[in-house]
């Protein structure tokens, strides 16, 4: 295949920045990789930036290439071996596209290996030559031009068949990781728990990455044995039955690779499953990081994920032993071969001639460099099969059972369900049903409610509905029509890393006027001129950035976009205020959506009476059914109803009216707002940083910290030692092969045959175990290595701010550098290592012995190779470095939509976009695919080059041997040397590249040890009982969240007493929740300070104060494990205490109807609802205890009776704490003693309810009064 129609696939002329045009390159350009110089060249003096790559990005070829494999992969849909599928693929598409393609590269293949071979027969003839004493000048000359024709082949083929090789495994890993992708979109996350998030990150990190190198190691284990039937036939006709004992040996050395490859294949398996854990629990940690932080619990998730990765190093260190094994037998093997072949040869009475020996000595160098990469290759398929099988069998995985869905031919129904029986998970089926006998029907245009209490099954109705249920094969098979698109807004909104346009947008082409509607109806006008860069402004992960009311109501705004004919409303009223909800019911509902099937599930009975039916559900069945007057005859519903107009009675008996995110935007309030606007005008900034690319050379204090990351000087003096042993070794078996060959030209004649036998045997046995201590001593030092800069990661980013660092960085970064960099740094950089030591050394040793046996002139042509070496060097190796920067930054936002696209799989199938979804991360593999092509051609032009220098020192040594040298044996040696010369150099830039990359991992992860920590400092020590009584006095204090950016607190002052019950109301950006993160010194302040108990906060130990405060979040945080473990994660409380608080938060139920506190929980508390998750959390602070008590909305989720009995536990838990409540609905602030109002980050009013309610002026008074209009 033409190396440089990858990359030009599909482009012609592309222009660059300052002038620099490329075409499509002349065969000449491929031919020597001319075409790559122009991005060297501008790597070397300016460094590269992305969008030169993009300039140049391949037009969804992954895209493409996938659906072709679909193709296929429908056709085979019994298919067994994932590799035969993927070999057929790659053949179908070559034969489908060009036949050239595929004959060019096995001709290339061909090449390679007879170019290899015939340097070593080309010797016997020089040899002989030498020995003529009549010498023809003119045989001489063609006998050079015949080993630099050799040399030049072998250069050429073997430059382009790696790229092509390295190209292939990246198209077969794009493909693959595509296929994963869409494999993704068709499974669900909540029934299917046979996988996780992190076992699914890892198939894309880990496992598709074997795949790269898969084609090269399929070639090598065929072209390998080829090279050994040619290699052995011809001994055979050189020296007859001798080579009997070499077959035997290479047999032998075949069952001992057989036998380490189970090995190896058990030990890897074990590995993939312990990274599969790590991986997972370092992901769900990252994921709830503030969670953590807000609870002081760094350490104590810190230690898990070090007993996990302390685990995996166990599983890695027992699989890389037999690494080390491979390296022994690897170098043994081979002088095995040589020295009892030559060996039984002589003791047949034969003896060695230069003409004969240096030959077979260069075909087995040849060989010995295969047999050495046999089990490299060999263990690499290994490996890759067991990635092959892990992926295979996520591919096989059940995928969502949508035979049941059916389009509704009705003219009138929109929606039926019939036998509805479902379940969340098929090892449940027999014990947990969730859903039983439904049975409903929705007319087109008609506006239903669901209705009922925590765990009733109203979300599970709207998931089975979207087909993220399971059904009993055996019983009769539920029925679901459903007529048109779907639109669905989630109870979590998922919310992409991307701007709001987008995410309103979500892949749909812009209408301006359907966006503005859009807009208009889910009420983000506001917050569109409030956001920095309106529609256009970057939301960071999960909506970091976001209100919960501002994620709530963009979910909505692309509901709205989507022209959806049946909209399904899980709740979005709860997270919105009084006001908005209203007007969204009212305007967008009623009347903007009629004609629209909506289905709404509500906890507020208000909103019953604007809908056309309503449907009770109480344990997974439709118990009552009707409109809003029939509901009303009905008793349970009456039940609830009059709890529900008891909350609304005892607001209005105490007055007060407040609503979720408070929203005070009259005219007046927005007229105010727009000086804040201006202000954050100028200072606008991105959420999300650009990931830091550094750029030149690889700092000296990279490698120099990492040397000191291994530690021990005594071990790397003995490991210098180790590799002078090793190199000498090599050195005197080179040297005494030439003086045993030298008796046969009676030149040299010391020693018996036997002795020189036994001394080489000697010798070659001291390189193999001195190799095999080298690479044991590398994989050592390397796994320490690993081990701690791992943990030193894990320890910077548990403190890191939150603010300053994890609202700011994608989590997909993150994870990038815990995987696949870890992976680099675990498993390949001391294979790098050992392998350019190895290089490095033969070329080092072999040019010093070819000074040695021929003349000192050679100096002076081997410094001119090292001048052009170093020089080429330079330009290259910057030019590498810049590449592959790019290239590791380019991975991250790979990783990070993949697991942003996990997170919404049922939004992205709702609405039918799981084309686009792949289309875009085809886009990003694209991207990525793209710098390592021009990677891999940079790497290959520096082979080339430094090829043809090496030609300048070759042509020299070889000239002087054929037309000077009289001793053959010397001959023999320096021919030998040039033959491997080319493969020395090209697998000496081969792991030089490997090692710089590798060291590029090295230092992203590094620069992940420097980020600066929070500020844990321990200024004043405090009691162990501290706080005490719960004071809290803010004295003149200003924060923002980073630097430029506006105050968010402006001079707040003010003081809570202790055991005082404290309500803040504000409208979004007011500065509510920016007390409580205060408190916590989330943000650390500018001016001012804040006093608990009089001790100035600042000055005490961030861990000691945030253990003594408890906080309820909004969002409920569930982590994997068991109830027991998610309640009292530092196990401080008995079990009756855990069962006491159990009964108050009303989770005696599920406990009873569970497996009790071991009840598991998978991961994001998939198996719970909502409410339940909202419960748990709430029961967990109540037993941590602590004076002060800091609640952000702890009842949203709930149903009205579990919010009264939560409400009244919360009062009388609490009521001798200090407490501080962030108002969003009137009943979580009914029992307060005071009312804190907030806007622009100050406070503007405070005092009690019912002052505040006398003062008919009141900013709180106005919004009660709206409250109540909308009630």
């Keep these: 295949m033409d190396s440089a129609s990858i990359i030009w696939e599909n482009q012609q ?6 002038g620099i045009v490329l075409r499509k390159p002349s065969w000449f350009k491929q031919l020597f990789f001319v075409y790559v110089y122009p991005i060297m060249n501008k790597a070397y003096k300016q460094g590269l930036d992305e969008s030169l790559i993009n300039d140049v990005e391949s037009s969804q070829q992954s895209y493409f290439r996938h659906l072709k494999f679909s193709q296929h992969l429908k056709l085979r849909k019994k298919m067994q071996n994932l590799v035969d599928l993927i070999l057929k693929y790659y053949l179908c598409m070559l034969f489908a596209n060009k036949l050239e393609y595929f004959l060019k590269g096995f001709l290339i293949q061909l090449v390679v290996l007879f170019s290899q071979l015939a340097m070593p027969l080309l010797t016997k003839y020089i040899i002989e030559y030498i020995y003529e004493s009549d010498k023809d000048f003119y045989q001489a000359l063609l006998l050079i031009f015949l080993v630099m024709l050799i040399r030049i082949l072998n250069l050429l083929s073997m430059s382009h068949s ?23 979109l068709k499974i669900s996350m909540l029934s299917n728990t046979e996988r996780s998030i992190g076992e699914i990150t890892n198939l894309i990190q880990v496992d598709v990455q074997r795949l790269i190198q898969a084609p090269n190691n399929v070639v090598n284990m065929i072209i390998i044995p080829i090279q050994l039937c040619i290699t052995l036939t011809y001994i055979y006709k050189e020296i007859g039955s001798s080579v009997i004992v070499g077959i035997v040996i290479i047999i032998l050395s075949i069952l001992q690779n057989n036998y380490v490859g189970k090995q190896i294949v058990k030990a890897q398996k074990l590995v993939l499953k312990s990274k599969d854990n790590r991986v997972k629990e370092t992901t769900e940690v990252f994921q709830m990081i503030k969670f953590i ?26 699989r890389l032993k037999y690494f080390s094994i491979n390296v022994f037998m690897g170098w043994l093997s081979p002088q095995m071969i040589l020295s009892f072949t030559f060996g039984l040869y002589v003791l047949l009475g034969n003896q060695l001639i230069p003409s004969k020996t240096f030959p077979i000595i260069g075909l087995l160098s040849i060989l010995a460099a295969s047999l050495q990469l046999l089990p490299i290759s060999l263990n690499d398929l290994l490996e890759t099969k067991i990635s092959l099988k892990r992926i295979q069998n996520f591919l096989d995985s059940q995928e969502l059972m949508n035979d049941l869905y059916c389009k509704n031919k009705s003219e009138s129904s929109a929606l039926d369900i019939a036998q509805g029986n479902f379940f969340w998970r098929k090892e449940c089926i027999e014990e947990q049903q969730i859903l039983k006998n439904i049975n409903i029907s929705v007319e087109k245009g008609k506006f239903v409610s669901i209705i009922g209490d925590v765990g009733s099954g109203k979300s599970s109705l709207i998931q089975s509905i979207l087909g993220e249920m399971i ?83 963009i979910s909505l705004a692309r509901a709205i976009y989507s022209k959806a004919e049946i909209y399904l409303l899980d709740d979005p009223l709860s997270a919105v205020d009084a006001q908005v909800g209203n007007f969204i019911l009212k305007e967008c509902f009623i009347n903007y959506l009629k004609g629209k099937t909506r289905i709404l599930i509500t906890h507020a009975l208000n909103y019953c009476k604007y809908t056309d039916y309503i449907y009770l559900m109480q344990k997974g069945e439709i118990i009552e059914q009707g409109d809003y007057q029939k509901m009303q005859s009905n008793v349970i519903f009456q039940e609830i109803e009059k709890k529900f107009e008891f909350d609304i009675q005892q607001q209005e008996n105490q007055k007060i009216t407040l609503s979720k995110d408070v929203q005070l935007d009259d005219d007046k309030e927005v007229d105010q707002n727009q000086e804040q606007i201006k202000d954050k005008d100028k200072t606008k900034s991105d959420l999300m940083t650009v990931e830091e690319r550094k750029k030149g050379e690889i700092d000296s204090e990279v490698y120099i910290k990492y040397l000191q990351y291994k530690k021990n000087l005594i071990i790397q003096t003995i490991l210098f030692i180790v590799m002078i042993i090793w190199i000498l070794s090599q050195i005197m078996a080179n040297l005494w092969v030439t003086e045993w060959t030298s008796r046969y030209a009676s030149l040299s004649d010391h020693y018996s045959e036997i002795t020189y036998f036994w001394v080489f045997l000697f010798l070659g046995f001291i390189q193999s175990l001195f190799a095999y201590i080298r690479a044991a001593m ?45 992976n680099s740094l675990d498993v390949e950089i001391h294979i790098n290592i050992a392998q350019f030591s190895t290089k490095i050394s033969q070329i080092l040793s072999n040019n010093l012995l070819s000074i040695y046996v021929s003349t000192y002139l050679l100096i002076f042509p081997l410094i001119i190779f090292l001048y052009i070496c170093l020089k080429i060097q330079r330009l290259y190796m910057k030019a590498s470095r810049e590449l592959q920067r790019l290239e590791l930054i380019s991975r991250s936002p790979i990783l990070s939509y993949f697991t942003q696209s996990l997170m919404g799989l049922t939004t992205i199938r709702a609405y039918s976009q799981t084309d686009f979804v792949i289309k875009e991360f085809a886009q990003k593999l694209d991207y990525n695919k793209q710098i390592v092509n021009y990677s891999t051609a940079a790497s290959s032009w520096f082979l080339q080059v430094l090829g043809f220098a090496s030609l300048i020192v070759n042509t020299f040594a070889i000239g002087y041997c054929i037309l000077y040298t009289s001793n053959p044996s010397f001959a023999g040696l320096i021919l030998t040397f040039a033959a491997s010369l080319d493969r020395n150099v090209q697998q000496t830039v081969d792991s030089l590249s490997l090692l710089e990359n590798n060291m590029i991992s090295f230092e992203r992860c590094l620069e992940y040890t420097k980020i600066e920590s929070e500020n844990l400092a321990e200024i004043k020590t405090v009691e162990q009982s501290w706080p005490k009584q719960g004071r809290i006095k803010f004295i003149n204090y200003s924060v923002n969240y980073r630097n430029n950016l506006p105050l968010v607190l402006r001079n707040l002052s003010f003081s809570i007493e202790s055991q005082e019950k404290i309500g803040i109301v504000g409208r979004t950006g007011a500065g509510k929740s920016s007390i409580t993160l205060s408190i916590l010194r989330i943000v650390e302040a500018l001016q001012g300070r804040i006093e608990i108990d009089d001790v100035d906060i600042s000055k005490v130990q961030m861990q000691r104060l945030r253990s003594s405060i408890t906080t309820i979040l909004q969002d409920p945080v569930i982590f994997t494990g068991t109830i027991r473990q998610n309640l009292d994660p530092l196990k401080t409380c008995s079990d009756e205490e855990i069962m006491k608080v159990i009964e108050e938060c009303c989770l005696l139920q599920l406990i009873n109807d569970r497996n009790g506190l071991n009840t598991s929980i998978n991961e994001g508390g998939d198996n719970l609802s909502a409410g339940e998750k909202q419960l748990i959390c709430i029961a967990r602070a109540i037993l941590k205890k602590s004076k002060i008590v800091l609640i952000d909305e702890a009842t949203a989720n709930i149903d009205i009776e579990t919010e009264q009995k939560i409400q009244q536990a919360l009062q009388r838990l609490f009521k001798d704490h200090t407490v501080i409540t962030i108002a969003h609905r009137i009943n979580t602030i009914l029992h307060c003693d005071k009312i804190f109002v907030m806007s622009k980050g100050e406070l503007k009013e405070s005092g009690s309810p019912s002052e505040l309610l006398q003062d008919k002026s009141s900013l709180f008074y106005e919004v009660y009064q709206e409250a109540m209009n909308h009630k």
């Design 293 to 318: 932080k807000i609870n002081a619990l760094e350490q104590f998730f810190q230690e898990k994920i070090f007993k996990l990765r302390q685990i995996e190093l166990k599983c890695i260190k027992d």
């Design 471 to 553: 059904y009993k094969i055996n019983d009769d098979k539920p029925k679901i029509n459903r007529s048109g698109p779907i639109a669905y807004v989630g109870q979590k909104p998922w919310i992409q890393n991307a701007t709001v346009q987008d995410n309103i947008l979500f892949g749909k082409l812009y209408d301006e006027s359907l966006y503005e509607q859009a807009i208009k109806y889910s009420c983000l006008s506001l917050d569109l001129e409030i956001l920095i860069h309106g529609d256009q402004t970057m939301i960071g992960e999960k909506g970091i950035n976001l209100s919960g009311g501002q994620k709530a109501r």
């Design 13 to 18: 002329t592309i222009m660059f920045e300052e």
């Design 162 to 184: 790696r790229f092509m090789m390295k190209v292939y495994g990246y198209d077969i890993m794009s493909v693959i990781s595509l296929e994963i992708m869409s494999k993704c």
């Design 778 to 822: 590398i994989v050592s030092q390397s796994i320490k290595s690993s081990s701690q800069i791992h943990n030193d990661m894990i320890n910077c980013l548990m403190f890191a701010p939150q603010c300053q660092f994890f609202e700011r960085v994608p989590l997909g970064r993150i994870m990038n550098r815990l995987t696949k960099d870890i």
